[in-house]
């Protein structure tokens, strides 16, 4: 079993930054993939950052430019650094680790933390 916390949400105004932490305990060994996602009112979850085991780094086109997620291995923490905030960036976001189990790899989401952009 792994267990996200999240934190560094809030309300910030447009073209402001947050950062957002997502730290696992538990079997942390096993840890793969690390992202975040995030939901809007009335819309779908839908992907924003990913980062593998290795590095490798993904956005979705909104995030490009703007955000930049990274992860601490020491501390088993992912985060996200959003720039440039804009209002239709407000949504909860939530982290997302995948870990290995055996044959099997298992996904984990944390609890979410509200980000809201407005003036």
């Known amino acids: 079993q792994v267990q996200l916390v999240e934190s560094g949400g809030g309300l910030v105004q447009p073209g402001g930054s947050l950062r957002l932490s997502c730290a696992a305990s538990g079997i942390i060994f096993s840890i793969n993939n690390m992202g975040w996602y995030r939901q809007a009112p009335g819309k779908q979850r839908e992907s924003v950052a990913g980062?593998?085991?290795?590095?490798?780094?993904n956005y979705a086109d909104s995030a490009k430019a703007r955000f930049i997620i990274s992860r601490d291995g020491a501390k088993n923490t992912v985060y996200l650094q959003m720039n440039s905030l804009k209002p239709e960036d407000t949504a909860v976001y939530y982290c997302r680790v995948t870990a290995i189990r055996g044959p099997f790899e298992d996904v984990y989401w944390g609890q979410g933390t509200q980000v809201t952009v407005s003036s």
């Open positions: 980062i593998t085991s290795g590095g490798s780094t």
